[in-house]
């Protein structure tokens, strides 16, 4: 069964405190992976999208990673405005539907 | 472009009752979705259309129907609501599938209570 995990569940940092968040996936013909950032109340925002092992994509503060079994969100000197919820999700061979890991709640204090 | 929206941003309904989520994109996207989210836990696909007039059953249909008459539109029908049907609902849409296809553009959610 294709399954995304994130961990961890919840981080607390500190202002300009960097970090990275963790998606390990077992996924058939992974086709894409895809960082979402969710603020409460609000639906996912997308962020980057991953297809092949090595790739990687920045935005900000923001660094996404891919390996052939997980990939990083990496946090680089984060503010308290990055604060949201972190989703990863991936697409198989059908290439249809996306599947999601539960999150990683990223508070950041100042 | 207002992307995707969604009606209502809240309901309550009572056990039993039915009602319709409406869901629209003004992207010209092909593909679009709708998915729960409990808490704690990840999204999950309930039912998902390639185009007007073709939809299918993602992992939670149960429940649930859809109709896809137009390229613009995709309500999610609740029939005989039920307290496990509590939930926050997003709708989304992305371009033809392809190597940008499924970069999916979500609605703000509608939140649904059902007692």
């Known amino acids: 069964e294709d399954q995304v995990t994130q961990s961890p569940e919840a981080l607390r940092l500190q202002e300009g405190e960097s970090s990275s968040l963790n998606c390990s996936y077992t996924?058939?013909?992974?086709?894409?992976l895809f960082w979402y950032r969710q603020d409460p109340g609000k639906g996912p925002e997308f962020l980057f999208t991953?297809?092949?092992a090595g790739e990687e994509k920045e935005k900000e503060r923001l660094k996404a990673t891919l390996t052939k079994k997980e990939s990083f969100l990496h946090i680089t000197a984060p503010k308290p405005e990055d604060s949201a919820t972190y989703l990863c999700?991936?697409?198989?061979?059908?290439?249809?539907?996306?599947?999601f890991g539960k999150g990683t709640t990223l508070s950041v204090s100042s | 472009n207002a992307g995707v929206t969604q009606t209502p941003k809240f309901r309550i309904l009572k056990i039993g009752q039915s009602m319709t989520l409406q869901c629209a994109q003004d992207?010209?996207?092909?593909?679009m979705y709708w998915y729960r989210q409990d808490p704690g836990m990840g999204l999950k696909l309930i039912y998902y259309?390639?185009?007007?007039?073709?939809?299918d059953k993602g992992e939670v249909p149960n429940g649930y129907n859809v109709s896809r008459s137009t390229t613009e539109d995709f309500p999610l029908r609740l029939e005989l609501a039920a307290p496990s049907q509590t939930s926050v609902y997003f709708c989304?849409?992305?371009?033809?599938?392809?190597?940008?296809?499924?970069?999916?553009?979500f609605g703000p959610g509608t939140r649904l209570t059902v007692l």
């Open positions: 989304a849409s992305s371009p033809l599938s392809g190597r940008a296809g499924n970069e999916q553009f």
């Open positions: 996924v058939s013909g992974l086709r894409g």
């Open positions: 991953l297809y092949s």
């Open positions: 999700a991936a697409t198989n061979q059908a290439g249809t539907a996306l599947i």
């Open positions: 992207m010209n996207h092909n593909y």
């Open positions: 259309s390639v185009g007007a007039g073709i939809t």
